[in-house]
């Protein structure tokens, strides 16, 4: 059936380094994947996405990569920042009536 | 401020009573969708509504309903909790399904006991 794999499922950064989340996707069919960010006791909020006739998107110091051969996406966050420090998650839909999400990366920023 | 509000913030509940978590959304979006957020288990679809007057089960339907009146109203009912229905629960909207984001309400703490 279908499935999203995230991973790693914890990561920890140091300020001003790069951290890199990655999912891979099992139906072919997919075509859009959106990100989400999840700050402790907040709902999700989408902070970029990117759709299967692109192969990359950039928001200034987020970037969002698209293998769609071999099936994965990945999340760039550069520079990282103590704000930065939540829960990710990632998703995939092929515009049935729902997303396939990922299971998280809770992504710490070490000052 | 457009967007979506859930209701109440938080609950304590007994079991087998009902309930029912309001989402109302004044962002014209048609689809609208109930997940229930546990720990370690990231977001679990409960029911979804692709436009006004349709309702579709997700992952986890059993011992929930809801009814899609109209364009704005979303609520999810529990007809009679049960100690493993504690969760978040977070309501989202979509202008166009699932191929667009989502905006997610705040989310409703429920604790059934």
């Known amino acids: 059936g279908e499935n999203v794999e995230q991973h790693p499922s914890t990561l920890s950064v140091q300020e001003g380094d790069s951290a890199v989340i990655k999912c891979t996707y099992s139906?072919?069919?997919?075509?859009?994947f959106p990100w989400y960010k999840q700050e402790l006791g907040k709902r999700p909020q989408l902070i970029i996405d990117?759709?299967?006739?692109?192969g990359e998107k950039k928001d200034q110091r987020i970037a969002v990569t698209l293998n769609k051969t071999a099936k994965h996406f990945s999340l760039h966050i550069t520079e990282t920042q103590p704000e930065d420090s939540a829960v990710y998650f990632c998703?995939?839909?092929?515009?049935?009536?729902?997303?396939?999400f990922g299971t998280g990366t809770r992504l710490k920023v070490l000052a | 401020t457009a967007g979506i509000t859930q209701a109440p913030t938080s609950q304590i509940l007994a079991a087998g009573r009902s309930m029912t978590l309001r989402c109302t959304q004044d962002?014209?979006?048609?689809?609208m969708y109930w997940y229930r957020q546990d720990l370690g288990l990231g977001l679990r679809l409960i029911h979804y509504s692709n436009t006004a007057g349709t309702t579709g089960k997700g992952e986890v339907p059993d011992g929930y309903s809801v009814s899609r009146a109209n364009t704005d109203d979303f609520p999810l009912t529990l007809a009679s909790a049960v100690p493993s229905q504690t969760s978040v629960y977070f309501c989202?909207?979509?202008?166009?399904?699932?191929?667009?984001?989502?905006?997610f309400g705040s989310g409703t703490r429920l604790t059934v006991v």
């Open positions: 990117i759709r299967s006739n692109v």
């Open positions: 989202a909207s979509s202008a166009q399904g699932s191929n667009y984001g989502y905006t």
């Open positions: 139906d072919s069919a997919s075509n859009y």
């Open positions: 998703a995939a839909s092929k515009g049935t009536y729902k997303y396939i």
């Open positions: 962002m014209r979006h048609n689809a």
